[in-house]
Structure formats: C-alpha cells, structure tokens
C-alpha cells in the first residue's frame, strides 16, 4: 500500500464517479472541489493517473460491500453503490427481487451490469501495490524498521553506532553518505541497546573468560585487567558445540521419555485388558450365581407350595362334607320347626314318628394334617453351596484358561522334520503313525530319526503363546514345546535338560510330565482336548485339560534358549489301536 502520503480522516479525499443520464461513468472528480468557489459548477477534472489514486483511495473504498475483498470485476447498480460481478449475480440468483444490497433500493428490471472499467483499474493497481509492498512488510517475528512511521517494512541490516535498524530504502544513506559508510552494519537484530557496554557504550565483541560475561574493546584495558579475554565468536563456536551436545542430550531425555510414555501406555493397556477380562468373569460368575439363585427359589417355592396344597386340598375335602351334613342338618330344623308349631294333636303325633332321625358322621376326631414346612429352606441353601462349589470352580477354570486363549496361534506342523513313518496331512493339521513300511524320505537334517517326532512350523523366541491339541480316541501321545537346538538324529531322552517341556499318555488313562524320568499324573477325566500355554519371559509351560478347564501340569523356571517349536508325538499305530491322528485344533 502507499503509505507515504497519509491524511486525517476528515480531510482524506474522495474519489466520486461522475454518472451520465445512461449510467456509464464518464470522469472522476474530487469531492473536495465542491469547497471550491461556484462548487455547484466545478470545471471539468483533468485526467487521473490511475497509480495516483489508488494511492488516494483508502482500502474499504475499494471493498466489494459482499465478499468484503478488493473489487474484482466491479459492476456499479443504478443507485451508484459497486459490488463485484460474481458477488451481485450470485446475491440476485436466490432471491425473487433485485435490490442493493446496500440501499434496499428494488428494481424492476434486472439491471445490465457492466464492468466499471475506472474502478477496475484503481482496485488492479491497489492489488499490485499491496503486492509489492506487502513482501517487505515486517510480519511477526521480524526485526521492523525503526524510521518507517505508518507501516513498518522488514529491516534488512541493523547498526551497532546508531543502534537503529534499517529497510533497504531508510538504508541508502548508510551505503551513499561517507560518514556513515564507517558504521558498523550487522544482520538485523533486535534490542541493539543490549549489545552495547553499559560502561563505555562500545559494542560488546569480545567475551571475557575470568567473569564470563561479554565486554567491549575498553573493558580489557580498564575494568577487566589481566583477565581471560578472547574474541566473541570463538566463545560462540565453543559454547555452539557445548549446545550441539545439550541438543543431543535433550533429544535423547525425549526418546527416553516417549519410550517411558509408551511403556506407561503399554500398562495402562494391559491394565484394561486385565480389567475387562476380570469383568466379564465377574458378569459370568455373578450372572449364574444369580441363575442358579433363582432355580433354587423356584424349587423351594414350589415344595412349599405343594406341601400347602395337600393341606388345603384335605381341608377342602372336610369342609365340602361339613356344609353338605350342615344343609341336611338345616332342613331337619325346618321341619322341626314347622312341626313344632302345630296344634293338631292327631297330625302332631303321626308327623313327630316320619321325622329323618338317622344317624349323622362324628366330627368330633375330624382334624388337618399341619405340614412341616422346617428344614425345607436350610435343605434348599445346601443343596445351593453344593451346586455353586462345583460351578462355580469350573466358571474359574474356564475364566482362567480364556485369559489363554486369547494367546491362541495358528499351528502347523512341518512335514520336513516329521519321521519318515509319521504322516501329516496336507494341511499340516494332523498327524497320524503309518501302518506300511517307512516311506523313502530324503535324510533332512531337521527330520527325527529313529523318534516318531515332529514339530511346528511357527516358532516363538518370546512374549506368550497357546495352542490346543485333540488326542481324542488315542491311547499314547507326547505334546510340549522343544528348543530349536534338539537333536534331531538318535535315542534322545525327552526332558528339559535336553531342551524338551512335554506331557505324554501312554495304555489310554495313565499319565505323566517328562522331567527327565515319567512323573505320574493324577487326572479326574481323561482329556480330549489338550492346551499348551507358553510364556517365554516367565520360563512357563502349562498344559490343560481343555473340556473339564483343568490344569494338568506346569514347568515353572524353565530357561529358554532361542526359538521353541511346537512338539508333537502321535505314538505308535500299535496294530490299530492308536491309528487315530493328532489333531491340531483351530481356536476361536
């Protein structure tokens, strides 16, 4: 903007368009010149230079009244107000009457709008000074110029004599005037006072070792006598690398602490996690404490009430004999009665004979047996702990072997480590012993020989892992984990001290954990379904009885070393009596 030529409101001029009688603008004329003698007839304007009153103009003159931007094609309305082309035929579009915007004045007749070429060149040639100007202007953060005294324009260069920056056109002098061509010029800076000696008003260029602080030419000569000094810049460079190392340590404190936030997240994670399965084992548990709770309040209603039917029903039975002996009894009187009140001495004595004197039941033992209702709510409450005991332990069961569960990983076992007499099926699900010859296999490193073994293609070196096994139907089986670092070739005794964390079933019912000789188990059902759960970190493997949610066996301290594989032994076909495979299940 053209800021050098500025005048008080009330005295800044306007620019009017003067209008024909057909609308089209023919001239500009300055309102100042109604002051003028004879203003009601002022003489003809001269031409206007179009940069000259842009300059002029103020900036809302030059505003569209709608979008409140600099005119772009601007189009002047019979009533004399301007709006943008686009802006006023957008306005008109959605609503029925043409009107000003401005005036409210209504026309009848869509008005032919036509650019106002005068207006047009004025807001292009605002436009364009703006532009130019507005690249130099000081924006936020920038060293202004201290002599621009409207607008103030970025300073290109400060000056350490007369503590003042400069723009490049307030700079001139400094680059033209001999005089001040000695001034010392430096990058713009701000707070230039801050940067002379408070003492001998020099410029601070050298650093001062003794009492660290920053001090002019004279200081060493004067207040600083025999003192450490060195030049300004190297202090810089120096204190430069001390901060290229602070900038490391800060970078590192923040890595460290965003690893700390998203550990603290992590927890925070595995806290809700833990919250919502404890939850649902709460909702589940509760929800059939309360279910079984109201079975057993059926139940006992229902004994009460039938116990106090069979009274009710004998009482009934009792009553119902009573009131019919009770008619029989009224209807006795009412002869007795009609009788009674007769003078006839001969009817009298012949009717007295025919009177109903038969012989009615004794009632006088008659009685309801009272129930025993005693006992029936504490027989009720313990038969309730009784069922919630057993339930309740196999919820809990369950409960713990999902929090498993939720470990679950795809397993599939690897053909190429597989004994030349076990087959597995094309899906890598099953395993199952031969009943013909060994196939002729090539001898992989990785394939047991002699041992009927094979493992998982998946390997675990940490965190938690679970999968499921069904032996339905078998009568011998070895499930476990082993360390890739078995030996494969030879009689290896399965133990942990050779690397191997297994369970195994021999003579369908008899069990046992290998831990380095056969440790006999003492299982209530004979499982169908196997689980294997893994914790790498803790050194833990635990196998579980899937269908009755029982652990069978735990390794607890286990040392890992590298990868673990699945393990898996389907045992001897044994003349057909363990034909049925191993069969890796799939998890939910």
């Known amino acids: 903007m053209c800021g050098a030529v500025r005048y008080p409101k009330e005295a800044q001029p306007h620019l009017r368009l003067s209008q024909r009688s057909d609308g089209r603008q023919t001239e500009l004329?300055?309102?100042?010149?109604?002051?003028?003698?004879?203003?009601?007839?002022?003489?003809?304007?001269?031409?206007?230079?179009?940069?000259?009153?842009?300059?002029?103009?103020?900036?809302?003159?030059?505003?569209?009244?709608?979008?409140?931007?600099?005119?772009?094609?601007?189009?002047?309305?019979?009533?004399?107000?301007?709006?943008?082309?686009?802006?006023?035929?957008?306005?008109?579009?959605?609503?029925?009457?043409?009107?000003?915007?401005?005036?409210?004045?209504?026309?009848?007749?869509?008005?032919?709008?036509?650019?106002?070429?005068?207006?047009?060149?004025?807001?292009?040639?605002?436009?364009?000074?703006?532009?130019?100007?507005?690249?130099?202007?000081?924006?936020?953060?920038?060293?202004?110029?201290?002599?621009?005294?409207?607008?103030?324009?970025?300073?290109?260069?400060?000056?350490?004599?007369?503590?003042?920056?400069y723009c490049?056109?307030?700079?001139?002098?400094h680059v033209t005037a001999p005089r001040l061509k000695r001034h010392q010029l430096t990058d713009p800076v701000e707070n230039l006072e801050g940067r002379m000696c408070p003492i001998h008003d020099k410029p601070m260029e050298l650093f001062c070792k003794t009492d660290q602080t920053c001090v002019c030419m004279l200081c060493p000569v004067l207040d600083h006598k025999s003192h450490e000094i060195i030049p300004l810049k190297e202090q810089f460079?120096?204190?430069?690398?001390?901060?290229?190392?602070?900038?490391?340590?800060?970078?590192?404190?923040?890595?460290?602490?965003?690893?700390?936030?998203?550990?603290?997240?992590?927890?925070?994670?595995?806290?809700?996690?833990?919250?919502?399965?404890?939850?649902?084992?709460g909702?589940?548990?509760?929800?059939?404490?309360?279910?079984?709770?109201?079975?057993?309040?059926?139940?006992?209603?229902?004994?009460?009430?039938?116990?106090?039917?069979?009274?009710?029903?004998?009482?009934?039975?009792?009553?119902?004999?009573?009131?019919?002996?009770?008619?029989?009894?009224?209807?006795?009187?009412?002869?007795?009665?009609?009788?009674?009140?007769?003078?006839d001495h001969l009817h009298f004595l012949q009717s007295f004979g025919s009177?109903?004197?038969?012989?009615?039941?004794?009632?006088?033992?008659?009685?309801?047996?009272?129930?025993?209702?005693?006992?029936?709510?504490?027989?009720?409450?313990?038969?309730?702990?009784?069922?919630?005991?057993?339930?309740?332990?196999?919820?809990?069961?369950?409960?713990?072997?999902?929090?498993?569960?939720?470990?679950?990983?795809?397993?599939?076992?690897?053909?190429?480590?597989?004994?030349?007499?076990l087959i597995v099926s094309d899906d890598g699900k099953q395993v199952h012993h031969g009943v013909v010859k060994k196939r002729n296999l090539p001898d992989d490193p990785k394939r047991f020989n002699p041992s009927c073994y094979v493992l998982g293609k998946q390997s675990f070196s940490s965190g938690r892992f679970y999968f499921e096994a069904q032996v339905k139907e078998k009568t011998r089986w070895i499930l476990g984990v082993t360390q890739e670092s078995i030996k494969r070739k030879g009689i290896i005794p399965v133990c942990p001290e050779n690397g191997h964390w297994t369970v195994w079933s021999k003579n369908r019912g008899e069990y046992a954990a290998l831990v380095g000789f056969p440790l006999p188990l003492s299982l209530n059902s004979k499982p169908e379904n196997v689980g294997v759960f893994v914790d790498y970190e803790k050194g833990l493997v635990s196998f579980f009885d899937v269908d009755a949610a029982a652990l069978i066996y735990s390794f607890t301290g286990c040392s890992f070393t590298g990868k673990l594989y699945p393990f898996v032994s389907p045992g001897l076909n044994d003349n057909g009596k363990n034909s049925a495979p191993v069969i890796i299940s799939t998890i939910k």
């Open 355 to 421: 009177l109903d004197s038969s012989a009615l039941k004794d009632w006088r033992g008659a009685s309801v047996s009272l129930q025993s209702f005693e006992g029936i709510v504490k027989e009720a409450l313990d038969q309730l702990e009784e069922m919630l005991g057993l339930e309740m332990k196999k919820l809990l069961r369950e409960a713990e072997l999902n929090k498993f569960k939720q470990f679950a990983v795809d397993v599939t076992l690897d053909p190429d480590t597989a004994h030349a007499a």
């Open 168 to 173: 490049e056109t307030h700079l001139e002098s």
């Open 283 to 343: 909702v589940l548990v509760f929800n059939t404490l309360i279910k079984y709770l109201e079975t057993v309040q059926a139940e006992l209603v229902e004994v009460i009430e039938k116990k106090h039917e069979t009274t009710e029903k004998q009482a009934e039975g009792i009553i119902h004999d009573l009131e019919q002996e009770i008619s029989e009894l009224m209807k006795r009187r009412g002869e007795v009665e009609q009788l009674s009140a007769s003078n």
């Open 29 to 165: 004329q300055s309102c100042a010149d109604q002051n003028r003698p004879g203003g009601l007839h002022p003489a003809p304007a001269p031409r206007v230079d179009m940069s000259a009153a842009s300059c002029l103009l103020t900036e809302d003159q030059l505003l569209c009244g709608i979008c409140l931007d600099v005119f772009t094609a601007p189009v002047t309305l019979p009533c004399g107000h301007n709006f943008c082309r686009n802006c006023i035929t957008q306005h008109w579009s959605t609503r029925v009457q043409c009107q000003c915007p401005s005036c409210k004045e209504q026309f009848n007749k869509k008005p032919d709008l036509r650019i106002n070429t005068v207006i047009s060149e004025m807001a292009a040639q605002f436009k364009q000074s703006a532009g130019r100007s507005g690249s130099q202007v000081a924006k936020p953060g920038q060293v202004p110029c201290d002599f621009c005294t409207e607008t103030k324009m970025k300073a290109v260069r400060s000056c350490l004599v007369c503590l003042a920056s």
């Open 237 to 281: 460079e120096r204190k430069k690398t001390e901060l290229g190392k602070k900038e490391i340590q800060i970078h590192q404190m923040i890595h460290e602490r965003r690893l700390k936030i998203r550990e603290i997240e992590h927890t925070v994670k595995l806290s809700k996690d833990a919250a919502d399965q404890e939850r649902e084992v």
